[in-house]
T-cell receptor
Framework: KNEVEQSPQNLTAQEGEFITINCSYS?????LHWLQQHPGGGIVSLFM???GKKKHGRLIATINIQEKHSSLHITASHPRDSAVYIC?????????????FGEGTQLTVNP | SQTIHQWPATLVQPVGSPLSLECTVE??????LYWYRQAAGRGLQLLFY??????ISSEVPQNLSASRPQDRQFILSSKKLLLSDSGFYLC??????????FGNGTRLTVT
């Protein structure tokens, strides 16, 4: 069982819809990251969270430490949001930086 | 600011040939560095991580090895490639308390 699990694996939406991607983790973490991977393969960091909520443009990320759960929301989705969204947890190992990835959510936003 | 350089971007190698992928970082010292592999349509698999020069931890027994000859250099190698080594290889910098940084990746095809 993966220590970080995402749902759904695939998500198709119409332009303008509100989108939620969920992430659950089973270990203690120092931070939770949301990443975006475009078809070319490059990965960019969207958010780093250790508590509460962060917002950047149409993207919102929340985390509930007690429930070991995080969500990524996209408001007013657009076809350019189509990508793989990956949740990753920075673990509480001795170096403080062991990183475990979820399997990713493939998002397709249709015009 | 922290940056990662990874090369080459694409590589086609025959089975049994050697491999050397290089990752260098700028803008930080004593970074924690990681090599990940992503098979087609799959999530990111941690291969190796390094918390300092000469310090390598292997996550998955395989045909690959890693080395950290300098503080800002992390190399992924193989003496003899297998078909199953094909995939997308990413180098990552995991700063404590900061967002993640990824190289642009190397797409390796073993023929």
């Amino acid at each position: 069982k993966n220590e970080v699990e995402q749902s759904p694996q695939n998500l198709t939406a119409q332009e303008g819809e509100f989108i939620t991607i969920n992430c659950s983790y089973s270990v203690g973490i120092s931070a939770l990251h949301w990443l975006q991977q475009h078809p070319g393969g490059g990965i960019v960091s969207l958010f780093m969270l250790s508590s509460g909520k962060k917002k950047h443009g149409r993207l919102i990320a929340t985390i509930n430490i007690q429930e070991k759960h995080s969500s990524l929301h996209i408001t007013a989705s657009h076809p350019r949001d189509s990508a793989v969204y990956i949740c990753a947890a920075t673990g509480l190992d001795t170096s403080g930086s062991r990183l475990t990835f979820g399997e990713g959510t493939q998002l397709t936003v249709n015009p | 600011s922290q940056t990662i350089h990874q090369w080459p971007a694409t590589l086609v190698q025959p089975v049994g040939s050697p491999l050397s992928l290089e990752c260098t970082v700028e803008g930080t010292s004593n970074p924690n560095l990681y090599w990940y592999r992503q098979a087609a349509g799959r999530g990111l698999q941690l291969l190796f991580y390094s918390v300092g020069i000469g310090q390598i931890s292997s996550e998955v027994p395989q045909n690959l090895s890693a080395s950290r000859p300098q503080d800002r250099q992390f190399i992924l190698s193989s003496k003899k490639l297998l078909l199953s080594d094909s995939g997308f290889y990413l180098c990552a910098l995991v700063p404590r308390g900061s967002p993640l940084h990824f190289g642009n990746g190397t797409r390796l095809t073993v023929t």
